[in-house]
């Protein structure tokens, strides 16, 4: 089994990315992706309200056959007016992607709902109309595991990276929960699919283990994003893996890795969130 792909959409809305060297495509380019994942039996897209204007470039693109999982950004969970204010950002998330109906509609930042105003939050999020499946975008494990906990989650998109090994007890129970999976940042934003010279020096004290991860991929005669997209898609825990890119091209080469069945030695992995949480990084 491969784990199939979603695409993700924040550069199409910002230039975003430690190894992005193109900025922000424009329309014509969006167009030309979106008709490449088409075409590549990619049918979900994943936005934001906080990716800049991806939202407003994906509804002037043309959405047509793409589910759409999108994110609200924070919430004041003590506004008095939190319904009628959800329900207004709701609308204009369907109204800047032209739909009536989301895959899923996830929070961006969920620490609210671990606060004391997180139930008022969840009810306010539970009486929207055409949210499709409810949940979160998580960062580390353990705020997956007190969500999970306290809420009826229908969707967790969290962050896996192959060299990455803090997850597989949260996954284990999010599979045992019935609750759809979504990972991101395969490649920790780019980082390892960058040569060793072009990685920032914010990253020197991991380069026994980011040399290892270099060296065994050339073992195996793939290029960086292959192997590490390969690794994660042979997964049997997971539902769907979110990729971004700029270009047409870099999605082909995405959509023809290959998944692998080879494991990463225990010397190639970490649980250090410095490294695997890129909020952590300047």
Do not use: C
């Not at 979106?34 to 990619?42: E, V």
Request: aromatic share 4%; hydrophobic share 45%; net charge negative.
């Amino acid at each position: 089994m491969t784990v199939p792909l979603a695409l993700g959409t924040v550069q199409f809305g910002m230039a975003y990315g430690v190894a992005n060297a193109s900025g922000q495509p424009d329309l014509a380019t969006v167009r030309r992706v979106l008709d490449a994942a088409r075409a590549g039996g990619i049918d979900l897209l994943d936005t934001a309200e906080l990716y800049g204007t991806a939202e407003t470039v994906l509804g002037e693109a043309g959405i047509a056959g793409f589910g759409i999982v999108s994110k609200l950004g924070p919430i004041d969970g003590a506004a008095e007016d939190l319904t009628e204010t959800l329900a207004a950002r709701f609308a204009a998330i369907l109204g800047r992607l032209g739909t009536d109906r989301l895959h899923g509609l996830l929070l961006h930042r969920p620490e609210v709902l671990l606060g004391p105003d997180g139930d008022r939050v969840w009810a306010a999020m539970e009486a929207l109309t055409g949210t499709g499946l409810l949940g979160v975008s998580t960062y580390t494990p353990e705020e997956t595991e007190a969500l999970i906990e306290r809420y009826p989650l229908g969707l967790v998109q969290l962050p896996l990276a192959p060299i990455d090994r803090r997850w597989d007890g949260t996954l284990a129970r999010l599979r045992a929960r019935h609750v759809e999976v979504h990972t991101r940042s395969a490649l920790l934003q780019g980082l390892l699919a960058m040569p060793a010279a072009a990685r920032p020096p914010h990253f020197a004290r991991w380069q026994g283990l980011l040399d290892g991860w270099d060296a065994w991929v050339r073992d195996r005669g793939l290029s960086p994003a292959a192997a590490a997209l390969g690794l994660v898609r042979a997964r049997n825990d997971i539902d769907r893996v979110v990729v971004g890119v700029e270009t047409a091209a870099q999605l082909d080469e995405l959509l023809a890795a290959p998944p692998l069945g080879d494991d990463l030695p225990d010397a190639l992995t970490t649980d250090d969130p410095a490294l695997l949480n890129p909020a952590l990084w300047p």
